[in-house]
Each structure stands twice: as structure tokens, then as C-alpha cells.
């Protein structure tokens, strides 16, 4: 069952709105995580995806950074280092391609959340 992307399930402060911590990318963090190690990893994941969608859109400068430097993590095929986008999703079960698809998706605002299409006056394109 591959894992898809619903609403970030994050309340207005980045805190998880509801009992049971669940990523932005839609699953129970319980669900991949058994080790500190993928606890160490599942976060570093949870915050680039945080990045990534919630600055998108943005016109402040500095949240624009985080966002392309989320797009540059999530966007490399490396696999030497232990901790690129691509050996964190392989090592907590995750798909790195389809995961990276709903991210340009939900980025682009294709999934339906009301936001308002890149490149429309005033929105910048994605960085993805």
C-alpha cells in the first residue's frame, strides 16, 4: 500500500492536531518508525515535507529558501549519504518517486485544497 498525501494534519502552530502523531505525508509515525534511528529520520522527512508545502507559496524570502532547499533535498537521487531524501525513504519503507509526485501535486494545487494555481498574479511557481 503505498502512502499517499492528505492535509497536513498539522494545526495552525506545526503541532499535530490531533492524539496520535501522524506525518505530513499522511501515516502514523508509529507506522514506520521502530528504531531511534527512524525516529531521527522520519523527523528530518517530516520537516523537509513541511518546508517543501507549507512555503510554496510564499513570498517571504527566507521561507522561500527553506522551501527550494526542501526541493533540492527531496529532488536528489543521491544515495551515499545516509541521510538523503532517497535512504530515509527506503529505510522507513516509503516510496521516494511516488512520495515526490504527490509533493509537486499538493504543491502545484492539484489536490483539491483551494489553493490558488502557480504562476496566477501574485503566486509563485513551485520549486519543484
Known amino acids: 500500500m503505498q502512502k499517499t498525501i492528505p492535509s497536513n494534519g498539522m ?4 503541532r499535530v492536531a490531533d492524539s496520535k ?8 509515525l508509529s507506522e514506520v518508525v521502530e528504531t531511534p534511528g527512524q525516529r531521527l529520520m522520519a523527523a528530518v ?3 523537509a515535507i513541511n518546508c517543501y508545502v507549507s512555503h510554496a507559496q510564499t513570498r517571504d524570502a527566507s521561507q522561500r529558501r527553506l522551501h527550494h532547499a526542501a526541493a ?3 529532488g ?3 544515495i ?14 516509503l516510496d521516494a ?5 504527490q509533493l509537486r501535486a499538493r504543491c502545484l494545487g492539484k489536490e483539491g ?3 490558488r494555481a502557480p504562476g496566477a498574479p501574485g503566486v509563485p511557481r513551485c520549486a519543484a
Open 11 to 14: 494545526d495552525g502552530h506545526g
Open 21 to 28: 502523531p501522524v506525518s505530513p505525508i499522511g501515516f502514523a
Open 45 to 47: 522527512l517530516w520537516d
Open 72 to 74: 533540492r533535498w527531496i
Open 76 to 78: 536528489n537521487g543521491d
Open 80 to 93: 551515499e549519504w545516509p541521510y538523503s531524501f532517497e535512504n530515509i525513504c527506503t529505510a522507513l519503507g
Open 97 to 101: 518517486a511516488t512520495i515526490r509526485r
Open 113 to 115: 485544497n483551494g489553493a
